[in-house]
């Protein structure tokens, strides 16, 4: 209701009143930094995710997990994995109440449980370290094939953090440009 905030000034917000009233506040370079920082780990997620989705799938199993639309689906949930990682670290608790206090961030909360529940988030893990650190893993272990049988959980993930981050985004920068 007629609230405005203007950019900051050497590093800082300032929030300013209309009709006498006390504007909102702005948020810290470290929250902006780390919203920004979110969003680009999903964004990531969300470009393989699009060019998966475009690869062609093979019928038969051993084709499919040498197959780009494997590839790129191991890649996909690797950077999920990277973008749960971020949203799970200490760093990101002021964030995760920013974004609280401007959408609800229970998405995001609930498709986490259900994925540690199941399992499915110890297997993502098991998949960014097959993708990222091959010096350590072997070439068709665990990692490889822990994507097969989660592609709808690891969709339901990815529509969380879709729905939640872009919102807040838009919120951020509603707030963030008047």
């Known amino acids: 209701m007629g609230h405005a905030t203007h950019k900051r000034k050497n590093g800082r917000g300032v929030g300013v009143s209309i009709a006498g009233k006390v504007g909102p506040p702005t948020v810290s370079a470290e929250i ?17 995710m699009d060019r998966m989705k475009q690869a062609p799938i093979e019928r038969d ?15 996909w949930v ?17 964030v995760k109440t920013y974004i609280s206090s401007i959408t609800s961030i229970r998405p995001v909360v609930e498709a986490l449980r259900r994925a540690r529940r199941d399992g499915t988030l110890g297997k ?9 650190h091959r010096d350590k893993r072997l070439y ?21 953090f879709a729905k939640v981050l872009l919102l807040a985004m838009a919120r951020f920068g509603a707030v963030n440009t008047q």
């Open 61 to 75: 199993v051993c084709a499919f997990l040498v197959s780009d639309r494997a590839r790129l689906e191991r890649l």
């Open 32 to 48: 902006e930094l780390g919203l920004l920082n979110l969003h680009d780990a999903f964004l990531n997620a969300s470009l393989v």
């Open 140 to 160: 068709w272990d665990n990692g490889r094939t822990a994507v097969c049988r989660n592609l709808g959980v690891n969709r339901s993930v990815h529509a969380a």
């Open 78 to 94: 690797a950077l999920l994995a990277v973008l749960v990682e971020s949203w799970n670290c200490a760093q990101m608790k002021p």
């Open 124 to 132: 993502m893990l098991n998949v960014r370290h097959y993708m990222f």
